[in-house]
């Protein structure tokens, strides 16, 4: 190599556009010993460029291609070639976010499109900060909850504190259960408040469960309202939620990790009325939008309010003497040190397509995703888990023929709850779709498709995805299951 090695990077930049091509399949799924047979991984001894070029080629072969439509697994999505760009740059520039003097133009970037974000979501006022994804995320709202009503916490920890209670959705994201035991709550802390079929939270519940709380001593934290559930994408009534939050006085946190995206939508975002009404919100960009990972939003109401809870003013890099402006050395609100610039790909997709561009997608997204509801909706052998399109997910189950026109007690719903993992398998193995699957409260195994700004997915697409689920579901037998 070169001692730049730029050549080197040339040649990947080669091998990363060849792997793009259409004819480039989606996957070539190996089970795990299999693939370790096929690969070169020990790293003892160095390798020529040549054979590290070899190297570079396997790992994309047998990478996924999640930049392919057909790439419907998870809710991040193939990125924005801006953002992607905007991701290279990143890397070169290997900086941290931390201080104004290390990262001048990042630090005045994250600033300026967090003022955006937060006007955008309706609380101009407020203060942000990218955060490593929406997990850590709610760990920034409870702690910033706690803090602001036990400021105390923060020298002597939890210890002459009243027991304090945490309330989620049933359909809420897991990551809440992590942070309770992170946080030192216990997930014994957590009040799970049932839904509706639809996914949202009962609000007359949350009530209940407030007051009941209330009522035997204990204090009351915080409620995560859901503006887009990870399986449904259910939004929740963010104005009922914050309703009960306010008489309660107690803190809103809006986990709009997945719609929040919608809120780029003039024609959408009232589907997420309420929101700025939340002390607390929390937006991955990487998810819909197609930002690169990691790209995700925290945001809270009271400015000063990330600095004081999560400040520790370490001498050697947050010194005060420095000799410019250290109001711009932001590290300090985070518990990360090094942290990566997430800002400035998604500031480089907004910068090329400002407002009305990313509103597009977001519209162009719903339209897919109303489209393909309405198929499965009168399409023979599909079952819609909920009518309601609030996210862009649709969730249903493949009958085979073989399971029709039969009663559909407890048996029949176990067996359609192994048929459909056995309908992923086979598209998986064919290269054809990779989707998720999960059950939901009572609802056995389902399929969801969940559509993403990126890549654009026509209506001739959507058609094909369903006629791959029905092509394997149709080989499905009770012999194989
Ligand atoms: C994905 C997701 C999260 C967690 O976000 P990560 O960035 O993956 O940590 C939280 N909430 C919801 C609703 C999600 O879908």
Redesign the pocket.
Known sequence: MEPNGLSFLDKVLDLVKEDRAESVPLIRFKHPKELEGILDLDVTEGVTDRQLEQCVRDVLKYGVKTHKATFRNQ?FCGTDPYGLAGAWITEACNTSQYTFEVAPVFTLIEQKLLGHILKLFGIPDGDGIFS???????LYSIVAARYKAFPEIKVKGMRNLPEMIIFTSED??Y?IKKAAHWLGFGTDSIRIIPTNDDGQILVPQLEAAIQKENDLGRYPLIVNG?A???VLGAIDDLIGVADVCQKYGVWLHV?????GSLMLSPKYKNKLKGIDRANSI?W?P??MAGAP??C?VFMVRDKGLLHEANSAAAQYLFQQDKFYDVSYDTGDKSVQCGRKIDAFKLWMMWKARGDVGLSQLADQTMATAQFCMETVAKRPGFKLVSEVLQCPNVCFWYIPSFMRGKDQDEEWWKTMHKITPKIKELLTLNSQLMVAYSPVRQFKNFFRLAFTFHPKVDQEQVLSMLASIEECGETVTMAVL
């Open positions: 809710l490593p994804g929406g997990s850590i995320a709610i809420s994201h990551s859901m887009g559930t990870t986990d709009a990790c997945w719609g929390s991955n990487h998810k990972l990691q995700s």
